[in-house]
């Protein structure tokens, strides 16, 4: 009676098992960096549950990991978490029910830590739960003491050398969430809005319409602007105009200004927009600020929008408007693009404020020069990374006004505004805090502390440089460990993680941070709808997928898809790949009863079969096995997992279950029956035996705890250890599959193509018959060419026994068949 697989406890067995043999540990002493195969994993962000969606591109990667360990390298698979920053202090707020405004910094952080420890704790336990073979002894978390010291090294060595620099400028910042952000964490979205054609009047009393969509900027208009070259307009050049709202600026040209949109003329204000940011620095223009950093009108000189929300100002001024003579000429209604905060989700608005830079725009050509040079997949991934460093139009703000976050190491000298960096001494010892700590020479009341905090992608941009730090501290000894050799992340990130740390990485060393890029899409709830806790479409939790359906069947549904390419997820396909789960194990039950008596030890010993003395079935489906082999190592060495899995799915459901099993069953039930039965059953038990033992380790990435049960079970017993002593405690130590050349590939796949259509033939007139698949017929005749006949001679005993005709019989003509029931 075959033995029952039961999920549940199979995988928690072997999950501890490798977790108390290490069997994933990174080993430190093999220092050859061409043997190293390192990953820099991305550090999920601590904001709560993980969903379905992080599953799905860490299982990726964590296949990459798997296959890559199996063809003999030391895999360097870390884990880190990203656990400061506006997520975590969202989830702080919520998870405590607290507010960030009424606690004191140190007291926020320190709740921060507690809630930080608890989901660390549950985003390690989820992974482990799915069998990631990650080293859970190279770790690290952002806001670690550790993390924070190496950042603020980095931050003093990149202001030592002018690559940072802290200045007054104008800044996109989030009123929601109270911060400035960097370009990358921003998104476009559209929003119903109107033109408004507004009448602004020159210096001799003759009107101009200016189109504007933010009306309530007129308090801060600073200039007008008119193309050059347009004939109906330049005339007006460096004339005075005065706004609706009394206020008289000059006119003048700008080659910018677009003459075949809008009003042809244009307000500038400080600051609408981007445009107006460079033309004020352009013509030197003064800045007229309204917007408060809280996102309420200040300032503006207009009581009746005065302290009101941007939006309600908008509407409000042009009530107020409208209620003037010959101002307002039209509206028109439109759908406008507006740039968003990532987090905030609001519109950004342009506030100059004291912020942190580190110069970017100076080296766009440089990044692309880097991008070149790492491998991407997929490779038109590449296209969209140098399209973002092409666009880039700010050089890149590392600072944030919050609470949660790596402190930028300044003090300023009272009465100088001089910057006071820390000591080498300090900084050797631990991280600092500006706001607690004075610097050395100096006493509390002669220095300010800067509040600003540093950006967490500055942070993440030093993935691969904290791996390798906390390796050499570790005691690794060599070569370093950058570049690393993958890079395995989600398309959002390009603007941003990928950006940062190959700019982090040249700057320090000039180097790329790694070789290789795998770029995974998103998961979708339904269609181009992004998963995420934010849009509540989680629909069910991981945890509760693992226990209905095993840790196997949801790795195996994640690894589905193509890089880069979205896909919808649907609860309901977990259920396929369980039973695909269940196939193997029962093949298994069935493979394992028939090898019975069989000779393994010498089959493990030798590693290949003498394949001129196997019967021509056997022969063939080596020869398939060796074509799937070939085509998942090119798909795994590409990062196509989706590909390898596909590669193995059409092997093994259709050529090794649905075809040979079928057709060998009656030489091994009734080998009297054939002439050599019996040496024909042995030709199949050592086919059976290797091709089984190939397919589980094929799977393996995919499916770790159900292959290392079979692997234990059954095959690990017959490797002797003078051959593989590694192996003999996992099925991940052993060596992946690798092309046989000695396997010719030969045209007996032609023949046993015509000899599948022929039992499909069979199978069709019993099923059309009504008549059971296990009938015997007393009579098949076979209709086919004599090139026909020759081949398929070779296979007549399979299908006898695959078709249970007792007798076959051929004859000359268009393939087909003829059956005969007693």
């Known amino acids: ?58 299982t990726q990667a964590e296949i990459i990991a798997r296959y890559k360990r199996m063809k003999g390298f030391n895999v360097f698979y870390p884990m880190g978490y990203d656990d400061n920053g506006i997520p975590t202090e969202q989830l702080v707020e919520k998870e405590l029910k607290i507010n960030i405004k009424e606690l004191e910094r140190k007291a926020f952080v320190e709740k921060c830590l507690e809630v930080n420890q608890k ?123 005065t706004t609706p709202l009394g206020d008289t600026v000059p006119l003048l040209g700008d080659d910018k ?95 100059p404020v004291y912020q942190w830079f580190v110069h970017l725009l100076d080296k766009k050509e440089l990044l692309l020069q880097q991008n070149e040079k790492m491998t991407r997949y997929p490779e038109f991934m590449k296209k969209r990374s140098n399209d973002w460093i092409n666009n880039l139009a700010r050089d890149w703000n590392i600072s944030r006004s919050r609470q949660f976050w790596i402190p930028i190491p300044v003090r300023y000298e009272k009465g100088t505004n001089k910057v006071i960096l820390p000591s080498e001494r300090q900084l050797s010892e631990h991280f600092v805090d500006p706001t607690i700590e004075v610097p050395e020479g100096y006493t509390r009341d002669q220095v300010e502390s800067e509040t600003l905090v540093l950006d967490t992608w500055f942070t993440s941009g030093l993935s691969p440089l904290i791996n390798e730090t906390f390796l050499k501290k570790d005691g690794r000894t060599g070569g370093n460990l950058i570049p690393m050799s993958l890079r395995p992340q989600a398309h959002d990130i390009i603007r941003t993680w990928l950006l940062y740390t190959t700019l982090q990485s040249y700057l320090r060393t000039g180097e790329i941070p790694f070789y290789t890029v795998m770029i995974s899409g998103h998961v979708l709830a339904g269609k181009s709808e992004k998963i995420s806790k934010s849009a509540g479409n989680t629909k069910v939790e991981p945890e509760n997928l693992i226990k209905q359906r095993g840790a196997d069947a949801v790795r195996y549904r994640t690894s589905g898809g193509q890089l880069g390419k979205d896909m919808v997820f649907e609860e309901e396909e977990l259920k396929k790949w369980q039973k695909l789960v269940m196939k193997l194990w029962n093949a298994f039950q069935f493979v394992k009863m028939q090898l019975e008596g069989f000779d393994t030890t010498k089959m493990q010993r030798e590693g290949s079969i003498d394949y001129a003395t196997l019967y021509p079935t056997d022969q063939r489906i080596l020869e398939k096995l060796n074509t799937t082999v070939e085509k998942m190592n090119k798909h795994l060495d590409h990062y196509e997992y989706g590909l390898a899995k596909i590669a193995f799915e059409e092997f093994f459901r259709a050529d090794f279950c649905d075809n040979y099993l079928e057709l060998i069953k009656v030489r091994l039930y009734q080998p009297e029956r054939f002439e050599q039965g019996e040496e024909k059953k042995k030709s199949w038990q050592a086919t059976l035996y290797k091709v089984f033992y190939t397919i589980i380790q094929l799977i393996a990435p995919y499916l770790p705890h159900i292959t290392e049960e079979i692997y234990q079970d059954y095959f690990k017993k017959d490797i002797p250890a003078e051959i593989a002593e590694n192996a003999r405690h996992s099925i991940h130590k052993t060596t992946y599959p690798t092309v046989e050349w000695s396997i010719k590939r030969t045209s007996r796949l032609l023949p046993m193509q015509t000899v599948l259509e022929i039992v499909e033939m069979v199978r069709r007139y019993k099923s059309e018959s009504q008549i059971s698949m296990g009938a015997a017929l007393s009579k098949l005749i076979i209709s086919c060419s004599p090139e026909q006949k020759q081949a398929m001679q070779l296979f007549e005993d399979d299908v006898k026994g695959i078709t249970k005709a007792l007798a076959i019989e051929w004859k000359e003509g268009n393939l087909g068949v003829e059956c005969f029931v007693e």
């Open 257 to 351: 200004v677009k003459m075949d949109k809008g009003s042809w003329v244009v307000m500038c204000c400080t600051y609408g927009d981007e445009t107006d940011v460079y033309r004020v620095q352009k013509h030197h223009l003064p800045e007229k600020i309204i917007i408060s950093r809280y996102g309420t009108i200040q300032n503006s000189g207009c009581e009746v929008i005065e302290g009101l929300k941007v939006d309600a100002a908008r509407e409000k001024i042009m009530e107020y408007l409208e209620w003037q003579a010959d101002i307002v000429v039209k509206r028109d209604p439109i759908i406008q693009a507006k740039k968003i905060s990532e987090r905030g989700k609001t519109p950004i608005e342009i506030i």
């Open 1 to 58: 009676m075959a033995t029952p697989y039961r999920f549940p406890e199979s995988e928690k067995k072997w999950q501890d098992f490798r977790e108390q043999h290490q069997t994933n540990a990174f080993d430190l002493t093999k220092t050859d960096p061409n043997q190293i195969f390192s990953i820099d994993t991305p550090p999920p962000t601590v904001s709560g549950k993980l969903h379905i969606g992080h599953i799905f591109s860490y």
């Open 119 to 241: 989901y660390r704790d549950l985003y390690k336990a989820l992974r482990q739960s799915l069998g990631f073979s990650v080293d859970w002894n190279r770790t690290y978390a952002t806001i670690s003491p550790a993390v924070q010291q190496l950042v603020q090294q980095r931050f003093v060595e990149m202001y030592q050398k002018g690559e940072i620099v802290g200045k007054q400028f104008p800044a996109l910042r989030c009123t929601r969430m109270q911060t400035t952000v960097a370009q990358a964490e921003t998104e476009e979205k559209e929003f119903n809005e109107f033109f408004n054609y507004l009448n602004f009047t020159l210096d001799d009393g003759e009107k101009l319409v200016i189109a504007t969509t933010r009306p309530e900027m007129i308090p801060a208009c600073v200039a007008v602007f008119a193309h050059p070259d347009d004939e109906r307009f330049a005339k007006y050049i460096w004339r005075m105009i």
